[in-house]
Each structure stands twice: as C-alpha cells, then as structure tokens.
C-alpha cells in the first residue's frame, strides 16, 4: 500500500476524484464527515469553519448554487453560492473558469460595523450570521461587503406570476404553497408571509449553520459532484481543511483588504 | 409664484406621492426597482437631498439667529420652518427606504454607534429637536435660546457630511472611498440651503427683504456653487487620471450615458449659469429670477446626489458577479421604478404644500416686516 499520508487532493490531477489521505479510496466526504463529528465535541469557540474551494475541479455545474436554494429554501433574487463564469484566452484558444463565490465569513467583516442594529455579528464558532428580527432592512452592509455576498429580500415568490385557478388543485395558490413554507435558516422556522422577516432582510450564506448544528456538512459542499468543496474545522490539526489551506497554492480573496477570509480557493 | 399655482402642484405631486406610499406600505419593496447590487437608489438619493437642505437652511438661519449678520436679519424662522419641512420629507425617504421602518425604534436604543446609518440617525434626530425647539421659541414670540442654536449649529455640521462619510467609508466601493465626499456634501448643503431660501423668498417672500437679503446671499451662493463646480471637478477628475476602472467607469457613465442630465442640469443649469447670473449685482433685483435660479440649483444638485449615489453601486465587485445568478436586483442597471418617482413626486409635494402652510400660517415671513418695521 502506497504511503497516503503524502497523496494529497491539491498535488493530484483535478480531474481525479479526491481521495481522503487517511482512508484511500474513500469518498472525501466521508472523511469530512467523520471531521465533523469531531468538532462537533468541542466548544464552538475552538471550531475554526473554514471552506476550501477546488477551483481545478470545479466545472460550473451550479449544483452548489441550487442546493443551496433549496435548502434555504430562498426567493427569486436572492442567492448564497452564484458561481461566477469567467471566459479566458482568444478563440481558438479559449477556457472557462468558474469560481463559487459563497460568504467568505471574514474575520474582520466591513459588514457587521456598518450594521446600526447589530442585526449581523459573528458567532462564537466565527460565522457571521444575521438576526432577521433586529435586521431594519437599511442595506448598509450589503454596501460595506467587498464579495458581494449579501442580498435582499424583496419578498418575491417563483410563483408571482402563476395564474390563479382552483385553489384546491392548480393555480398560484396551491403553487405557492412550497414556497411558503418555513426554512430553518438559523435553526428557526420562518414562513413566508406578507412583509414578515426575512423579508425586508438581507440575507446571506451562513455555511448552513442549521446543518453544522446538526454535525451535517454544508449543502453546497455534499452535493459538488466534482468534490471541489471541503468543509471543516481548520483548529483540527488532522482535518482536511487544516491540509489543503497551508498549500502554497492556496489563495483568498481580495486579501489586501484585511477581510481574513475563511474560505480559500485553490488555484 | 402664484401661491394658488404653488398649491396645486404640490397637492397634485402628493396625490401621485400618496398613491406611492400606500404602494410602498402595503407591497413592501416588491415594486422597487433597487436591488442587491444597486442597493440605494431614488430614496435614498433624496433623502441625501432634503437632508442636506435642511441642514444648509439652519445654517444659514443661524446667520440670523447666532452671528447676528445683518444682511440676513429676521430670516431665522423661515430658515427653520424650511429646515424643519424638507428634513421631515428627508425622513420620510429613508423610512420608505428601510425593509422594516416599523423597527427604527431599534436604531435608538440599540444602536451600534460605530455605525454610520446609526450616527445618521442620531445625528438628524439630534438636529431636527434643536430646529424644532428654536421655532417653537420663535413661534412663542421669541429668540430662541442661544444654546438651543449653538447645539443646532453643530449637529448641523456633522450631518452635513455625514451621508458623505456614510458612503466614503465603503472600502468595498472606489467610487465613493474618498475623503472629497464629507467636505462635499457640506458645500452642497449650504449650497441648496441658500437655494430654497432663494426660492421662498423670491415667490413669497416681501419684495423689500428679498432684495436685501439677495444682495448678500446671490454673492455667497455663486462663491459656493464656484466651490461646488471645483469639488466636482476634483471627484471627477481624479477618478478620471487615476484611470481605475472601478472609479474611472462610473464616471464616464455618468458623463456620457447621461450626457442630458449631467452636462445640461446638473452642470449648465445647475451650476454655471446660477454661478454667472448670481455673481450679478442687478440679478438681486430680479425676485423671479433669483427664484428661478434657486430652482436651478435644487434640480441640478438633486441630479449631483444621485450621480453620486447610484453609479458607485453599478460596478461588479467581482468581474462576473452580476450575471452569475437572474432574479429580481440581481442586476447593475437601475432607473427608479414608478413607485420611486410616485414616492419622490409625494415627498416634494409635501415640502411644496409645508413652505406654503408655513407662510400662510404660522407666518415665517412676518418676523422679517416686524423686523423691518422695526428697524
């Protein structure tokens, strides 16, 4: 058996399947997994979450981004994880590149200053979140964040423009009734009605914070079908995530501000 | 003006303004036109706006009311009644703006004081007590306190540059990171302060004070609106030598995809020809021109705090960005959607019909007679 403990994910080729250094063979999420159950013993404070992004992986399917809205269960507008599409080269010679832009969760955010209600803070495990019920909706941080990882709610449902019919049967009333129904962003179920929080809020990826709670990787990370996304705890010295961020070509975004990012890309 | 002629527009603009805010009320933002990345637009543009009228009128009250200038004798309660009415309508803008208004409650008492919407907030509620109680004195018959307006004058200071510093302190957006924004916004204010006052007293106000106020006021306004054109061109002009396209691009937005609006109103009309025509002794004589000329001003800095405002917000963060996700403000364009322009028409309508029920009843206008016969 090959010495694993040297394979590492970022010196393979990107289009093998990353394999955990512990447990060849294995799918990766499993061994983040098992990381997660970990961290899930320690105090939140001693978590340090952080996403590794595989940008040689990543094919811009936009699974994230959909898995995303539906486990956010979010409206039209709103958006945690776009993937950014970017075209390189001249034709002939051309590429593409797709970054996954989610919520770098900085520690030293430009957004939660800005806010004139402490609405948005950092959380003892250092995922800045938003309280919808304090948020007065002013979007001064949307203003203040460098990613633009934050959007609005305008309180806009898929199914707006659906025709009305029997209620009981078709029409926008008994479309409308998924979109309705409560999320559990931050652990609390919210229906959607009328002007009620979260719309009128800004919202914002929060690394599935509910899912974390639970010891469940974020969505957007179990469902990347290149497994170009990693999810853990950085403060564990065996995690993946501890690994792949202290690679040489491992970078983050917009550094020269001082954001401190929690999620790095890798090139 | 005609006070009937005056009357009817601004019943007519708030009838339109009425039919926005029940728009705005019951639909919440689902009928704006901002978005996530143009995520402050008409409203709050105006709010910049009327606040900064407000704030000039106070300052210029104070002329009055704390330096004792003669040339502005007896214009303190019309100063404040102005003051009063167009930072009510300023407030109006920014509450139609909040997702939550029923919440700004919160913004008092659990403020986060580091916050710039916050010291906004402080910051004109502060200022707007020391205007209402000045006038209160004023209208009780009256001066006010010295301390009243000592504390008026300097809030006013800070919240004249604060929407500025609000913006400015935005690392995130080049357009606006820049300490000209603060100093700015408190030219403008003294600017359009002196503007309204221009076109009150020109439409409403008696002949013999126009005209010894205008002596004065004309000169100053062109010194400010020399300022004003010399701040532009320093915004402007140094995005544009920088040549980063983060504050490059906005400006040659501005500059020619709105060739109408930025070089006709807010330039020519709004700042050069004032400028020329004010700096003109003989103008002073002229009541309707002054007003007219004050309108110009209004129009044209009403179009400068928007260029400002809104070109900042329509730059990708990231190159990408914008067309990576479709859905409702998840774009870079903007133009204000009907309920926008209803809501303004009604905010103006507001000012419109606040000035004139100020003339005709609580008589801001009879302190300068009384002051006149007085003297």
């Given at each position: 058996?090959?010495?694993?403990?040297?394979?590492?994910?970022?010196?393979?080729?990107?289009?093998?399947p990353?394999?955990?250094?512990?447990?060849?063979?294995?799918d990766?999420?499993?061994?983040?997994?098992?990381?997660m159950?970990?961290?899930?013993?320690?105090?939140?404070?001693?978590?340090?979450?952080?996403?590794?992004?595989?940008?040689?992986?990543?094919?811009?399917?936009h699974?994230?981004t959909v898995?995303?809205?539906?486990?956010?269960k979010?409206?039209?507008?709103?958006?945690?994880?776009?993937?950014?599409?970017?075209?390189k080269?001249?034709?002939p010679?051309?590429?593409?590149?797709?970054?996954?832009r989610?919520?770098m969760?900085?520690?030293?955010?430009?957004?939660?200053?800005?806010?004139?209600?402490?609405?948005?803070?950092?959380?003892?495990?250092?995922?800045?979140?938003?309280?919808?019920?304090?948020?007065?909706?002013?979007?001064?941080?949307?203003?203040a964040?460098?990613?633009?990882?934050?959007t609005?709610d305008?309180?806009h449902?898929?199914?707006?423009?659906?025709?009305?019919?029997?209620?009981?049967?078709?029409?926008?009333?008994?479309a409308?009734?998924?979109?309705?129904?409560?999320?559990i962003?931050?652990g609390?179920?919210?229906e959607?009605?009328?002007?009620?929080?979260?719309?009128?809020?800004?919202?914002?990826?929060?690394?599935?914070?509910?899912?974390?709670?639970a010891g469940?990787l974020p969505?957007?990370?179990?469902?990347?079908?290149?497994?170009?996304?990693?999810?853990?705890d950085?403060?564990?010295?065996?995690?993946?995530?501890?690994?792949?961020?202290?690679?040489?070509?491992v970078?983050?975004?917009?550094q020269?501000?001082?954001?401190?990012?929690?999620v790095y890309y890798?090139? | 003006?005609n006070?009937?002629?005056?009357?009817?527009?601004?019943?007519?603009?708030?009838?339109?303004?009425?039919?926005?805010f029940?728009?705005?009320?019951v639909?919440?933002?689902?009928?704006?036109?901002?978005?996530?990345?143009?995520?402050w637009?008409l409203w709050?543009?105006?709010?910049?706006f009327?606040?900064?009228?407000?704030?000039?009128?106070?300052?210029?009250g104070?002329m009055?009311?704390?330096?004792?200038?003669?040339?502005?004798?007896?214009?303190?309660k019309?100063?404040?009644?102005?003051?009063?009415v167009?930072?009510?309508?300023?407030?109006?803008?920014?509450?139609?703006?909040?997702?939550?208004?029923?919440?700004?409650?919160?913004?008092?008492?659990?403020?986060?004081?580091?916050?710039?919407?916050?010291?906004?907030?402080?910051?004109?509620?502060?200022?707007?007590?020391?205007t209402?109680?000045?006038?209160?004195?004023?209208?009780?018959?009256?001066?006010?306190?010295?301390?009243?307006?000592?504390?008026?004058?300097?809030?006013?200071?800070?919240?004249a540059?604060?929407?500025?510093?609000?913006?400015?302190?935005n690392a995130?957006r080049?357009y606006?990171?820049?300490a000209?924004?603060?100093?700015?916004?408190?030219f403008?204010?003294l600017?359009?302060?002196?503007a309204?006052?221009m076109?009150?007293?020109?439409?409403?106000?008696?002949?013999?004070?126009?005209e010894?106020?205008?002596s004065?006021?004309?000169?100053?306004?062109?010194?400010?609106?020399?300022v004003d054109?010399y701040?532009?061109?320093?915004?402007?002009?140094?995005?544009?030598?920088?040549?980063?396209?983060?504050?490059?691009?906005?400006?040659?937005?501005?500059?020619?995809?709105?060739?109408?609006?930025?070089?006709?109103?807010?330039i020519?009309?709004?700042?050069?020809?004032p400028m020329?025509?004010?700096?003109?002794?003989?103008t002073?004589l002229?009541?309707?021109?002054?007003?007219?000329?004050?309108?110009?001003?209004l129009?044209?800095?009403?179009?400068?705090?928007?260029?400002?405002?809104?070109?900042?917000?329509?730059?990708?963060?990231?190159?990408?960005?914008s067309?990576?996700f479709?859905?409702?403000?998840?774009?870079?364009?903007?133009?204000?959607?009907?309920?926008e322009w209803?809501?303004?028409?009604?905010?103006?309508?507001?000012?419109?019909?606040?000035?004139l029920?100020?003339?005709?009843?609580?008589?801001p206008m009879?302190?300068?007679?009384?002051?006149?016969?007085e003297?």
């Open positions: 058996m090959a010495n694993v403990q040297e394979v590492s994910p970022v010196q393979k080729a990107p289009s093998a990353v394999e955990s250094p512990a447990t060849t063979g294995q990766v999420l499993v061994r983040m997994k098992k990381e159950e970990t961290a899930a013993k320690k105090k939140p404070e001693e978590r340090r979450w952080v996403m590794v992004i595989d940008l040689r992986r990543c094919v811009g399917c699974a994230c898995a995303c809205i539906s486990e956010n979010l409206p039209p507008g709103v958006v945690y994880r776009p993937v950014i599409i970017k075209e080269g001249v034709y010679k051309v590429s593409m590149e797709f970054l996954p989610p919520c969760q900085c520690d030293n955010p430009p957004c939660t200053e800005v806010c004139p209600v402490n609405a948005t803070h950092k959380n003892d495990e250092g995922i800045v979140v938003m309280d919808y019920d304090q948020c007065i909706g002013c979007r001064a941080c949307i203003e964040c460098p990613y633009g990882a934050r609005y305008f309180g449902a898929y199914t707006d423009d659906t025709p009305n019919g029997f209620d009981f049967l078709v029409g926008q009333k008994k409308e009734v998924y979109e309705r129904n409560a999320n962003e931050y609390v179920k919210r959607r009605k009328g002007q009620a929080s979260p719309v009128g809020n800004v919202r914002k990826c929060h690394f599935c914070l509910h899912r974390l709670t469940i969505a957007c990370t179990t469902t990347c079908i290149g497994r170009a996304t990693f999810f853990g950085a403060n564990d010295k065996s995690s993946l995530v501890h690994e792949l961020i202290a690679k040489a070509n970078t983050q975004l917009k020269e501000l001082g954001t401190k990012p929690r890798i090139l | 003006m006070k009937t002629i005056a009357y009817s527009i601004g019943i007519a603009a708030l009838l339109l303004g009425l039919w926005g029940f728009d705005r009320l639909y919440g933002d689902a009928h704006a036109a901002y978005g996530s990345f143009v995520v637009g709050v543009a105006a709010y910049f009327l606040g900064g009228i407000a704030v000039g009128c106070f300052l210029w104070s009055d009311l704390l330096f004792d200038v003669p040339a502005f004798k007896g214009i303190g019309t100063a404040l009644w102005a003051s009063l167009t930072l009510a309508a300023g407030l109006m803008a920014i509450g139609f703006d909040l997702g939550h208004m029923e919440r700004i409650w919160k913004a008092y008492l659990q403020a986060n004081l580091h916050s710039g919407v916050a010291e906004d907030v402080w910051g004109y509620t502060l200022f707007g007590l020391f209402l109680i000045a006038l209160y004195q004023m209208v009780k018959g009256s001066r006010p306190a010295k301390v009243v307006v000592i504390l008026g004058f300097m809030t006013a200071l800070y919240v540059g604060a929407p500025g510093k609000l913006l400015g302190v995130a080049m606006w990171h820049t000209l924004l603060p100093v700015q916004f408190l403008f204010a600017t359009t302060g002196a309204m006052l076109v009150i007293y020109s439409f409403w106000g008696t002949p013999s004070k126009a010894q106020l205008f004065v006021l004309n000169r100053a306004t062109a010194v400010l609106l020399f054109l701040l532009v061109w320093a915004y402007f002009g140094q995005g544009l030598a920088g040549d980063m396209p983060e504050v490059a691009n906005p400006i040659h937005a501005v500059m020619s995809g709105h060739p109408f609006l930025f070089w006709v109103v807010q020519f009309l709004g700042l050069l020809l020329v025509m004010l700096a003109q002794r003989k002073a002229n009541s309707s021109l002054v007003g007219i000329m004050g309108l110009c001003i129009i044209g800095n009403m179009v400068t705090r928007y260029f400002i405002l809104v070109p900042g917000q329509q730059e990708d963060l990231i190159e990408g960005l067309t990576a479709h859905g409702h403000g998840y774009t870079l364009a903007y133009a204000p959607s009907i309920t209803a809501v303004f028409s009604g905010l103006i309508g507001i000012v419109i019909i606040g000035l029920v100020g003339a005709d009843y609580l008589s009879c302190q300068c007679n009384k002051s006149q016969k003297a």
